[in-house]
């Protein structure tokens, strides 16, 4: 279990990183549980992965293509679950984000089953994206 576990959040932190994510999609269980957090226009439970891509793609277009996510230590894995430290930023209309956070993954049958993410300065995420 460890070994798929490591290898799923491996391939979570290639696509999230590359300029453009298209392996996300097959990453994630269908019925995915993504917790997003904050009081902003993007958070809150999404369910399934056509919500989440949705989720992703709209941070993209509110960027202008500057989101970006960036591995900041190896995963730690606990079973199904890892534990990714990442470091994420943007731009958008003068204003520019950057922090550091992790993304809490729970991997089943290979795939991203829930997703629990974590920024360090969540009232600055929060007024980066607004509230649309």
Known sequence: MTESTANVAQLYIDAMASDEPTALP???AEDIVWH?????QFSGVKHGGAAVGAMIGAMMAVSGGTFALQSTGA???NGDLAALPIRF?????GAEMAMDGVDLLRVKDGKVAEA???SADQDAEDAFWGQG
Do not use: C, E, H, I
């Open 26 to 28: 097959a990453l994630f």
């Open 36 to 40: 997003q957090p904050g009081a902003n």
């Open 75 to 77: 995963p730690m894995v």
């Open 89 to 93: 930023s943007g731009s958008r209309d």
């Open 116 to 118: 629990w993410l974590f």
